[in-house]
């Protein structure tokens, strides 16, 4: 498990563990994002009628903010959005990532969690209709063909590659 529990659910604070995360992990899929959108476009199940008006990083700490989720299901989210985009031969793009995001951190959260919001909460949060986020959940859980057990190892694996990464350490 990553280090300290990263969010004060009484104040709704993004903890320094979660905003290292989210730096890393915003720049990794900024820099995905960049390389897919040079390459032919495919549409997805995921995809938005348009690219939305607010930056990855800051969508990711409007998640972590008002979901109350750690750092830890913040990474099971991210496995969770590979595996989706391997599963479906998709590719993240600016059209997609945050419907993505979204998908990734609601399943995540219901699998870890013990307490969670409904999905009205969860939709309101995201930016999308709670019908809307019904959809991309049932499609995220059919695309992981509704394997969401994370081996410890698998958890380890990419939460080394993101506290080895350059800004984890420059923050």
Not at 2 to 16: L, N, R
Not at 32 to 45: L, T
Not at 66 to 79: H, L, S, W
């Amino acid at each position: 498990m990553c280090k300290a529990p990263s969010i004060d659910v009484k104040t709704t604070q993004v903890m320094d563990a979660d905003k290292k995360a989210i730096a890393v992990i915003a720049n990794l899929l900024e820099d995905v994002i960049q390389k897919s959108e040079k390459k032919p476009k495919q549409s997805s199940h995921y995809d938005g009628e348009k690219v939305p008006g607010i930056e990855v990083r800051e969508y990711m700490k409007r998640l972590v903010r008002y979901t109350g989720c750690d750092v830890d299901t913040i990474i099971i989210a991210i496995i969770y959005i590979d595996r989706i985009c391997i599963n479906a031969g998709i590719a993240i793009t600016g059209n997609n990532v945050h419907r993505l995001l979204l998908a990734g951190f609601v399943v995540a959260i219901k699998w870890r969690q013990d307490r969670v919001h409904g999905n009205g909460h969860y939709a309101t949060v995201g930016g999308v209709t709670r019908q809307e986020l019904n959809r991309l959940e049932r499609t995220a859980l059919n695309d992981l063909k509704w394997e969401t057990h994370v081996e410890k190892s698998a958890h380890n694996k990419y939460c080394k590659q993101f506290t080895m990464h350059k800004l984890w350490k420059a923050i």
